[in-house]
């Protein structure tokens, strides 16, 4: 008990160090730059470790006397860029902004990795450096959804990182995705589903099958409620906290939502437009509007975390602009304080998570 309040006491006491990709956004160093200085005016007590090419990013740094003292730059030439495939960086990475920015966390000089880059490559490159954590057969990539609870956001895990899951695997996802949405959304007793084509024990594939059963097994020990199965319409609803399943089926649905999200924008703008009397409704919804854009705009809850590894990886969005950054800089900084990489790899060792300590969080 003493020696997790001293573990707890360590991490308060002190700075937290993040590292930080600048390069291989859509939107450039900027956006990134700019998104740490958002971030780091909210915050006084969070450091900078910033990778990529020192003549673009030491200017923007200069503009920001305050940031610049919090800030280390590490000059890196190469650039993963999103049309590189992951077998090549692999090989020939090394010089990246992105190896290096991973390369930081592996040898203790930071507490957490954010970058905007390469999905794929941010993996390959994180297995490689970081390896796997002990007992983890395949890492996953959670997500937070926005949704009908308190919070604003459900954890939905994996959502790309191996379209493959065993039983196994989708037990141990269930395990990680309830310790990562005690750290990153407070929920101490988190309610966990598990995806399938309807809630009757009956249906679905036998891997589903099994993980039902392993998952309720270990609810009790573990401290979250298991809910069973649930459907895709469950994904942003106040019925559950926790959605796990494969990394195919994740990936599809949220491609998916992201692409019918984009589509309602588009119309909801269009019908506005149509008429002057629909123009004139859209300055009295103005207010209203605004709210809704805000609670469903994914920059609010933008960062993939990588679960499973030994060391926390954040991936932002690429396309993300200074407050998405900033977003997913907030969630690692989080993250981090909470000391999140001893935690799960602790609860995933021991097959359970204990909860009659300070560590339960």
């Known amino acids: 008990m003493s020696e997790d309040i001293n573990k707890v006491s360590q991490h308060s006491i002190e700075p937290t160090v993040l590292s930080i990709d600048a390069m291989g956004g859509d939107l450039g160093v900027s956006a990134v730059i700019n998104g740490i200085h958002i971030y780091s005016k909210r915050n006084q007590d ?3 470790i910033i990778h990529g090419d020192e003549a673009q990013i030491k200017p923007l740094l200069a503009k920001r006397p305050n940031l610049l003292k919090r800030c280390e730059t590490r000059h890196c030439k190469g650039v993963v860029s999103m049309d ?5 960086v692999m090989r020939h990475g090394q010089d990246t902004s992105m190896w290096s ?6 040898d203790k000089q930071a507490d957490v990795a954010v970058s905007c880059g390469n999905t794929g490559a941010l993996m390959a490159v994180s297995m490689i450096r970081l390896r796997k954590a002990p007992g983890i057969n395949r890492p996953a990539i959670a997500i937070l959804w926005p949704s009908e609870n308190p919070q604003g956001s459900n954890v939905m895990l994996d959502v790309g990182a191996d379209i493959r899951a065993e039983a196994s695997d989708l037990l141990q996802y ?3 995705g309830a310790s990562y949405a005690r750290n990153g959304l407070n929920l101490e007793h988190p309610r966990i589903g598990l995806l399938n084509v309807g809630t009757e024990e009956h249906k679905g594939r036998i891997e589903l099958k099994e993980a039902h059963e392993r998952i309720s097994e ?3 020990s573990s401290n979250f409620e298991f809910v069973g199965f649930v459907e895709g319409g469950d994904i942003p609803s106040n019925k559950v906290d926790v959605i796990v399943t494969d990394g195919f089926t994740g990936n599809v649905a949220l491609k998916t939502a992201e692409g019918t999200a984009t589509l309602m924008r588009k119309l909801l703008r269009q019908a506005f437009k149509q008429t002057p ?3 004139i409704g859209a300055i009295f919804a103005y207010g209203s509007i605004r709210r809704l854009s805000k609670k469903t705009d994914p920059r609010q809850s933008n960062g993939g975390v990588f679960l499973g590894l030994n060391g926390t990886v954040v ?5 993300a602009d200074a407050n998405g950054v900033a977003a997913a800089i907030r969630l690692a900084h989080q993250l981090a304080k909470n000391g999140f990489t ?3 790899a602790a609860r995933v060792a021991s097959g359970s998570i204990m909860n009659n300590d300070v560590d339960s969080k």
Do not use: Q, W
């Open 46 to 48: 969070v450091k900078f």
């Open 101 to 106: 920015c991973i390369n930081t966390v592996r």
């Open 277 to 279: 009397f629909a123009m």
């Open 84 to 88: 590189d495939k992951p077998s090549h």
């Open 342 to 344: 001893d935690k799960l």
């Open 218 to 220: 270990h609810a009790e």
């Open 174 to 176: 269930a395990l990680m």
């Open 315 to 319: 991936k932002s969005h690429g396309g």
